[in-house]
């Protein structure tokens, strides 16, 4: 139903980056809609002058909300939502001392997440990046016994680190290349849960085992560069490595190192340090299938993001809880 839901108000809304036109078509259904009209993310100042303009703010996983900038949200900006599921770039302390309520997307980006590691892994073990280069160059002279041989995934050892729900959706669709599933979490999952999945104690045990090793952990402190040149050595020949986390879970020398002398065979990436200014030396290495930052880029997952904010926000208009609300 168009325009406001009976009983509550419309608020005006900043959306710091353009969005599918199915979400803002969402957001302005319910909302007064002001948006970015620029082609980039807002400056920091920017930033703080749409929240000026809002009693709520639609922020990207690029919009830095710090300490020091929360600090100088308006007393009328009531909500931060994030079109994302990394929370990292908002002081969530910061926010509540404040009183901001401040929402997330959980849950809703599992299946499209989970496709585009099945992608990496595929087009990394496969030498995507390498066969795609020789058909657009033009100078594939046809097949032969020996062009670019790549590693079969069926009856490898898939080693997950963050069984999540992201995690958890990895675990099956890799099941059905009969795939032997081993994770390693904070904490141990339920029997339920766990299904066949062997749980590894620890990261070094979870590396030895890992045929392919899918990076699906948050960002946090102990993660941060968690994948350097030790794990790297630890993990079995002819190793595959697929991160659609975040870039910095990677030391960047550390894994370049380790394809460009053959001991990690392939790597398949969707985030990168520093985006978009990815390593360069990425795109030297003929062994590496990327793509850029696409995890979520399914048109039902953008719309499933939209809804769940939006349900968010409504939630917090009508003192109710959400599940989507982390302070």
């Not at 995934?153 to 059905?176: D, Q, V, Y």
């Not at 339920?192 to 045929?211: G, I, K, N, P």
């Not at 630890?234 to 490595?241: D, E, F, H, L």
């Amino acid at each position: 139903m168009a325009g406001a839901i009976e009983g509550l108000p419309r608020l005006d809304l900043a959306v710091t980056r353009a969005l599918p036109a199915a979400v803002l078509d969402l957001f302005r259904e319910r909302h007064n809609v002001w948006l970015n009209p620029h082609e980039r993310s807002l400056t920091a100042e920017e930033l703080q002058q749409a929240a000026h303009r809002a009693q709520a703010i639609v922020v990207t996983a690029f919009d830095r909300l710090d300490a020091a900038a929360i600090a100088q949200l308006p007393a009328t900006l009531r909500i931060i939502a994030t079109y994302s599921v990394g929370i990292e770039h908002i002081d969530l302390e910061a926010a509540g001392r404040r009183g901001i309520a401040v929402l997330s997307t959980p849950d809703v980006l599992s299946n499209s997440v989970a496709e585009m590691a099945i992608l990496l892994m595929l087009g990394a073990a496969r030498r995507a990046h390498e066969a795609e280069a020789l058909l657009y160059a033009r100078i594939w002279s046809g097949w032969t016994p020996t062009q670019l041989i790549g590693i079969e995934l069926t009856g490898t050892r898939i080693g997950i680190l963050g069984m999540g729900r992201i995690g958890r959706t990895i675990a099956r669709r890799a099941r059905g290349f009969d795939m032997q599933v081993h994770y390693h979490n904070r904490r141990r999952l339920a029997p339920e849960v766990e299904a066949d999945a062997s749980y590894h104690a620890t990261f070094d045990s979870l590396l030895a085992v890992s045929d392919v090793l899918v990076l699906a952990a948050p960002s946090t402190a102990q993660t941060k560069g968690l994948l350097n040149s030790t794990c790297l050595e630890q993990m079995p020949a002819n190793a595959i490595v697929v991160n659609i986390a975040r870039g910095d879970l990677v030391d960047d020398d550390a894994l370049i190192a380790a394809l460009r002398r053959g001991r990690i065979a392939a790597a398949g990436l969707d985030v990168f340090n520093n985006e978009p200014r990815l390593d360069p030396r990425y795109l030297e290495l003929p062994n590496v299938f990327l793509q850029p930052h696409q995890g979520s880029s399914t048109l039902a997952a953008r719309r499933a993001m939209g809804r769940i904010l939006l349900a968010g926000i409504d939630a917090v208009l009508t003192g109710m809880p959400a599940a989507n609300r982390l302070v």
